[in-house]
């Protein structure tokens, strides 16, 4: 993937449909502004969030006015968060940091070649980690605000949804760094696939907004919200049947997903701790206790009882439960690379996202080979 040169950079910021800072209030010289637009490429509300923003403004003034400060407040906080964080250097530039020069192509090298294990906060660019904290104070607003539409604004459940769908999509926005940074760090995975996702991660430091995440973030919720109606019998665990109803509601990728990786035992036992809820060590602990106990089946209320520690199996729609069991099993997964255990070194999600990326770039170059010879 080519970076933006300066000028492809500041033409794609002037006709984005998203709505960036702006730095009329703290720039007056014209000329600055044009040099500094793109330090300003962080996304503060896309159309539609302003959209839904606007409405439940409007909502709360006919049902609420005491609620449209607050909530006007809490927008604006969150708008100078932005404006703060648009003072760092732009990550698509070359910037002078304080004791060296930094390219974008250099950053995506670093990314790719920096191998070490243990939290990586201090080596990456500020810029990031501010941005991630920026995304969590978002996410935290807008579940504010579906809650804001649901108690005291009158909205129909339909209405509320939007917000709640709106929080979980920021949420998968912010797994997304995660999932980029596990394959950036695999190396079954091709050069050049992972400089391309290294680029992608790089743009979404950038600009807290993530494409490939806007298309999977609906089949990925989709799949949470049908997991949560199963009602998987713990006995051989296989989840052969669970996998087949949440197959049948999905779409053309998941179930294009399922037929071409499922086969791989990596992607089934990744599977596996997505639908039942516990991890590839207890599940086959379970296995073993079940046997040895002639027990046919027990139910999920029955799992910490069984293995005699508390697992959370429960299931609700609550993007915080979404995201806390998915870096339960992200740490697991990477433990077991570390330490060369049996089991899966990846999550679902890692799989999901890898397979919609090749998709894309096989799709990329399907439409380049067309309209070269056709």
């Known amino acids: 993937m080519e970076n933006l040169n300066r000028e492809e950079e500041l033409e794609a ?12 209030e703290f720039f ?6 044009e040099d500094d637009i793109i330090q300003t490429g962080i996304i503060v509300f896309t159309d539609h969030q302003q959209k839904l923003i606007d409405r439940l403004s409007s909502a709360l003034a006919q049902n609420a006015s005491d609620r449209v400060d607050r909530l006007q407040s809490r927008l604006t906080d969150v708008t100078n968060l932005a404006k703060a964080i648009a003072y760092f250097p732009s990550l ?13 192509e250099a950053l995506v090298e670093t990314l790719i070649s920096y191998q070490e294990d243990g939290d990586t906060t201090l080596h990456m660019p500020s810029k990031a980690i501010l941005g991630k904290g920026f995304l969590v104070a978002k996410i935290h607003t807008f579940f504010s605000m579906s809650k804001l539409a649901k108690n005291y604004a009158k909205m129909t459940d339909r209405e509320v949804k939007e917000y709640s769908d ?5 949420m998968f926005t912010l797994m997304a760094e995660d999932v980029y940074m596990n394959l950036i760090k695999d190396k079954n995975i091709a050069l050049d696939i992972r400089r391309e996702i290294a680029n992608s991660l790089i743009i979404l430091w950038e600009h807290r907004s993530d494409q490939t995440i806007n298309d999977i973030a609906p089949v990925l919720q989709s799949v949470w919200t049908a ?21 049948l509601q999905m779409d053309d990728q998941w179930n294009s997903f399922i037929r071409e990786r499922l086969a791989d035992p990596e992607v089934t036992q990744a599977m596996e701790e997505f639908l039942f809820g516990v991890s590839y060590e207890q599940i086959l602990r379970l296995k073993g206790i079940l046997r040895d106990q002639g027990v046919k089946s027990i139910g999920r209320d029955e799992v910490s009882a069984y293995l005699g520690e508390r697992v959370k199996t429960d299931i609700n729609l609550d993007y915080r439960d979404f995201y806390l069991l998915y870096t339960v099993r992200r740490d697991n997964a990477r433990a077991r690379q570390r330490l060369h255990l049996q089991g899966p070194k990846n999550t679902l999600e890692d799989h ?11 799709k990329q170059k399907n439409d380049t080979f067309a309209k070269e010879y056709l």
């Open 13 to 24: 910021i002037r006709n984005s449909s998203f709505d960036s800072v702006s730095i009329d």
């Open 227 to 247: 997991r949560r109606k199963l009602a998987p019998a713990f006995g051989t665990m296989m989840g052969t049947s669970e996998l087949l109803m949440v197959t």
């Open 166 to 170: 709106e929080t979980i999509s920021m």
């Open 352 to 362: 999901f996202f890898k397979f919609i990326m090749e998709q894309n770039r096989e």
């Open 28 to 33: 007056d010289n014209a000329s600055q502004k």
């Open 92 to 104: 698509l530039e070359r910037a002078n940091t304080t004791t060296s020069t930094r390219t974008p």
